[in-house]
């Protein structure tokens, strides 16, 4: 089985995109577009560092089991609110799931969703 998708792997990917000159709509559209409001792309980003950078390397892997208390400790420690701190694990984790769907997609699949010929298949137990 693959490596699954974690918050390092996405640390870095915003890291990467932060560094791209160009498109200030880019962060919008990798999974987070719910994220930014109307606020600063640089604004949003630092914050989401913050927010990662206060997670425990056991919560980055497993962001699912971080529970109410969890999450007002890492609010207290980035800066952010609980609300925020919510929020961007919900993106996080819908992100993963849509990662995880994909990966589970034929070839084709895939390129009929890319190309725009098709929808995705149903997850779990949603009817076709």
Known sequence: MARDYTIDDLQAQ?????????????????????????EDRHAVAERVGRIIAALSPEQR??????????????????????????????????????????ARMTFWQRLKLVMGWGRPPPAGNEPA
């Open 14 to 38: 915003l890291r990467q995109l932060a560094q791209l000159p160009g498109d200030p709509d880019m962060l919008r559209r990798v999974g987070f577009p719910d994220l930014f409001g109307d």
């Open 61 to 102: 892997r497993a962001p699912e089991n971080i529970d109410r208390p969890q999450r007002a400790a890492v609010a207290a420690a980035s800066g952010a609110s609980e609300e925020q701190v919510a929020h961007f694990l919900l993106q996080f984790l819908r992100t993963r799931d849509a990662l995880r769907q994909m």
